[in-house]
């Protein structure tokens, strides 16, 4: 049975990841070309977007955790869906936009919290999704050259209660390649980007979630 619980309890989004993949989204739905930067004419005329990725984090002591890898599915506007595991097993956490609901599951704690897609709430995950504020009224967007072969852009909150310290999306051409975000905790993630498909069809059964049976729910959806 399904148990949905109070608001008091734990809201489990607040990692590198989720941060970063709800902040690719907002970008992915808000960005417009007040100054073209590699990641604005990567979105220009962006419907869709799918790629499998590996992740590597490293701790504030610069210790790095164990390997990561997953899949990134992207259907404009407002819909996404982000899962993660080890390299061996298949996915431990996904993190689902239906286009009202924003679902995370953690199934190591069999455990789903849930929050309105455009609750606006400042300083969280769910303020990036609302998308109802210009890029750049958010978010500093700078274009700071080539490294590595590829052409950076980095983007950081205006406000000092946002999620992460800063992102950096590396390009080839139209193509995300990397991106990299340090949080406030001191941790830094890094994510390379393969087998990458542009404005292909994504089947929406992909942006449906119905939480496991038997899992505790944090926050009730929006019908």
């Not at 924003?102 to 969280?124: C, K, N, Y």
Request: proline share 5%; charged share 25%; net charge positive.
């Amino acid at each position: 049975m399904i148990r949905f619980m109070g608001e008091r309890s734990v809201f489990r989004l607040r990692t590198a990841w989720c941060a970063a993949v709800v902040g690719l989204w907002w970008l992915i739905s808000a960005a417009h070309a007040e100054s073209l930067t590699a990641l604005d004419r990567y979105l220009s005329g962006l419907e869709s977007w799918r790629a499998e990725f590996s992740q590597s984090v490293t701790d504030s002591r610069g210790r790095m955790r164990s390997p990561q890898s997953g899949r990134l599915l992207v259907q404009r506007p407002g819909k996404f869906r982000w899962e993660i595991g080890s390299q061996t097993e298949s996915a431990t956490q996904v993190m689902v936009a239906d286009g009202r609901n924003l679902w995370f599951l953690d199934a190591d704690l069999d455990q789903v919290t849930v929050r309105p897609a455009g609750s606006g709430e400042a300083a969280t995950p769910a303020m990036l999704l609302s998308g109802t504020t210009p890029l750049r009224a958010k978010f500093n967007v700078v274009s700071v050259g080539r490294k590595e072969g590829l052409e950076w852009v980095r983007v950081s909150p205006k406000s000092a209660e946002g999620e992460f310290k800063e992102m950096r999306f590396g390009f080839s051409g139209l193509e995300l390649r990397r991106l990299e975000i340090d949080d406030k905790l001191g941790q830094r993630a890094l994510m390379l980007f393969s087998t990458s498909i542009r404005n292909g069809r994504i089947d929406p059964s992909e942006f449906r979630f119905v939480p496991p049976p038997g899992a505790d729910v944090i926050g009730k959806p929006l019908e």
